[in-house]
Nanobody, 127 residues
Framework: QVLLVQSGGGLVQTGGSLRLSCAAS????????MGWFRQAPGKEREFVAA????????RYTDSVKDRFYISRDNAKNTVFLQMNNLKPEDTAVYYC????????????????????WGQGTQVTVSS
């Protein structure tokens, strides 16, 4: 079983940048498709970005395209979400998620398809 431990996040002004990290504890992220989701107060959890376990493919929700970038370092068992040009509407608790996959190009975008979740980290963007 993989334990996902998140770090990063915090408070930033509009237009600023943050990087979130998600590391596997007690296991490896190789062969795991990974994703990032977020949940704002009073809203449902929504998909942000996902990456195949090989890193070949990635997908983003439209609102973060060209601002957020998902990447991974399988040697360090870590997945990253680089967030640039942050906006107040990006304020939310961000969660990383993982699922074991046999295909190295598969990207998983539905929250219900993930098996493992990080603890969540708060990102607040002030206007």
């Amino acid at each position: 079983q993989v334990l996902l431990v998140q770090s990063g996040g915090g408070l930033v002004q509009t237009g600023g940048s943050l990087r979130l990290s998600c590391a596997a504890s007690g296991g490896t992220l190789s062969s795991y498709g990974m994703g990032w989701f977020r949940q704002a107060p009073g809203k449902e959890r929504e998909f942000v970005a996902a990456i195949s376990w090989s890193g070949i493919n990635a997908r983003y929700t439209d609102s973060v395209k060209d601002r957020f970038y998902i990447s991974r370092d399988n040697a360090k068992n870590t997945v990253f979400l680089q967030m640039n040009n942050l906006k107040p509407e990006d304020t939310a608790v961000y969660y990383c998620a993982g699922r074991y996959l046999k295909g190295d190009s598969i990207v998983v975008v539905q929250a219900q398809d993930y098996d493992y979740w990080g603890q969540g980290t708060q990102v607040t963007v002030s206007s």
